[in-house]
């Protein structure tokens, strides 16, 4: 599995971003895919999620109504639509997959992308 990231970059408060995320090599039936972030001096923490089987969509409550996660129908792209952008939302965005077999459970992540929101 391999997972690469783009779109992150500087924007001003209150502004918006996308952030891409393509995936290779995932050929599961059961996975959760979405992306992480991690700011300077502070630990990894989710942001985003979606399940492959449920569909369901997962929101950190620090990005709740203003990010919006969404995937084309094949799961090869992933999108984290960001708006209303904050300086706390400033960070290195990863991308993250969870395959869960009946043995084991295997995390694969992406490169990451830096997002800074500033003045």
């Known amino acids: 599995v391999h997972l690469v990231e783009s779109g992150g970059g500087l924007v001003q408060p209150g502004g918006s971003l996308r952030l891409s995320c393509a995936v290779f090599?995932?050929?599961?039936?059961?996975?959760?895919i979405g992306w992480f972030r991690q700011a300077p001096g502070k630990q990894r923490e989710g942001v985003s999620c979606i399940n492959s089987s449920a569909n369901d969509t997962y929101y950190s409550e620090s990005v709740e109504g203003r990010f919006t996660l969404s995937r084309d129908d094949a799961w090869t792209r992933l999108y984290l639509q960001m708006n209303n952008l904050a300086p706390e939302d400033t960070a290195v965005y990863y991308c993250h997959a969870r395959v869960v077999t009946v043995v084991a459970s295997y995390d694969y992540w992406g490169q990451g992308t830096q997002v800074t929101v500033s003045s």
């Open positions: 090599g995932l050929r599961v039936d059961s996975y959760a």
